[in-house]
């Protein structure tokens, strides 16, 4: 492993983890006000490691909501993750299957931004790299959370706040990041009309899955615009 590759990973997951810090401490906050102790929400942050997906597990075990609809609703957040998997794949081919195994585990929303844009800028994807990058956002993460837990009361309400906000601001980011890319914008526009009708009709979380298909969907049936497409990625096909 390349302790310079690894540094420089480090190097730029320093500001996602400072960022993804605070959803850290409010997941911590809101699962001791939903009931479960420091040992319960420190190990589903360390087990599960999906910020969306943890703050929906709280709202239904709040509601008392059968197990196997939590998993099924988590399966439903979580399910852009298998079109990050795929896009992610062709850059990963040499890693070897352990290697694979805690990649595809720590990869969360900017892990994968971060991944795209690396090899985007003709940089090699090696998993010192990666690990490197991914550490520094684990670790805090599951540790915030704990300190979330600790210090939850002196956080009260977090709506009353507007530490709920930080969520979708988070992901609004992320998406951002991408507006240069061929059809960002109708891609964008579709995912979030479909997923405003099915928060409408279907209900909270499967919107997010079936906003996500909608833009997936719609991107790969529009032609790429090439004005805007680099010279090295000419001969690539959709990633997400």
């Known amino acids: ?27 911590g906050a809101l699962a001791r006000d939903q009931g479960m102790s420091l040992g319960e929400l420190t190990l589903m942050s360390g087990t599960v490691y999906a910020g969306a997906s ?31 998997s ?38 090699p ?9 991914a550490a520094v956002i ?3 993460w599951v540790v915030v959370s704990l300190v979330g837990g600790l210090l939850g009361s002196l956080i009260g309400d977090p ?4 530490l709920d906000i930080l ?21 964008v526009a579709v995912s979030a009309v479909a997923s405003a009708i099915a928060h409408r009709y ?8 079936i906003g996500a298909l909608a833009g997936v969907a719609l991107a790969a049936m529009l032609p790429p615009v090439k004005a805007n497409r680099k010279p090295d990625l000419a001969h690539e096909s959709h990633e997400v």
């Open 1 to 27: 492993m390349s302790r310079a590759e690894f540094l420089d990973g480090l190097k730029g997951g320093i500001p996602v983890g400072l960022a993804a810090a605070p959803f850290g401490a409010l997941f």
């Open 86 to 123: 795929a896009a992610i794949a062709r850059y990963i081919r040499h890693f070897s299957a352990v290697e694979k195994f805690f990649t595809f585990f720590l990869l969360v929303d900017p892990q994968f931004a971060e991944t795209i844009k690396r090899h985007e800028s003709g940089k």
């Open 138 to 140: 684990y670790v805090p």
């Open 202 to 209: 279907v209900g909270s979380p499967w919107h997010v899955s």
């Open 54 to 84: 943890q703050m929906v597990g709280l709202d239904l075990f709040g509601n008392h909501v059968q197990a196997w609809l939590i998993v099924l609703s988590i399966l439903a957040v979580n399910f852009r993750h298998v079109l990050y």
């Open 125 to 133: 994807v090696t998993f010192a790299w990666y690990i490197g990058f």
């Open 159 to 162: 709506k009353a706040i507007g």
């Open 167 to 187: 969520l979708p601001v988070y992901f609004l980011g992320i998406v951002m990041g991408f507006r240069t890319r061929d059809n960002f914008l109708p891609v």
